[in-house]
């Protein structure tokens, strides 16, 4: 049974910085895809940033994130972290932690995801 636990979300003012972290257990593969999606009320989940566990460690961001966010990973822990820096008001989400097989378009396809974390919310106020 594949189990994610994210952690590390909380409240923030504008500027501020936040760490998510996700632990994942009971995935039989040894590589994988890892990342993040976030769903603001009202609005559909969107992807934010992924990493591939495998060689090479490709990783993946979407326009809205790539600069402020970094996504890493520690495979000795089976963890992916979510840096996030120079924070909006619009990072306000629910964000969840995924796995998957591959990281081809993993971004752009929240409904064809394995596996998901229970949720973790940041908000940031203004």
């Known amino acids: 049974q594949v189990q994610l636990v994210e952690s590390g979300g909380g409240s923030v003012q504008a500027g501020g910085s936040l760490r998510l972290s996700c632990a994942a257990s009971?995935?039989?593969?040894?590589?994988?895809?890892m990342g993040w999606f976030r769903q603001a009320p009202g609005k559909g989940r969107e992807g934010v940033a992924a990493v591939y566990t495998g060689v090479g460690g490709s990783t993946y961001y979407s326009d809205s994130v790539k600069g402020r966010f970094t996504i890493s990973r520690d495979n000795a822990k089976n963890t992916v972290y979510l840096q996030m820096n120079s924070l909006e008001p619009e990072d306000t989400a629910m964000y969840y932690c995924a796995v998957d097989q591959t990281c081809y378009s993993f971004l752009s396809r929240p409904s064809r995801i394995d596996y998901w974390g229970q949720g973790t919310q940041v908000t940031v106020s203004s």
């Open positions: 009971g995935y039989t593969r040894s590589t994988y895809c």
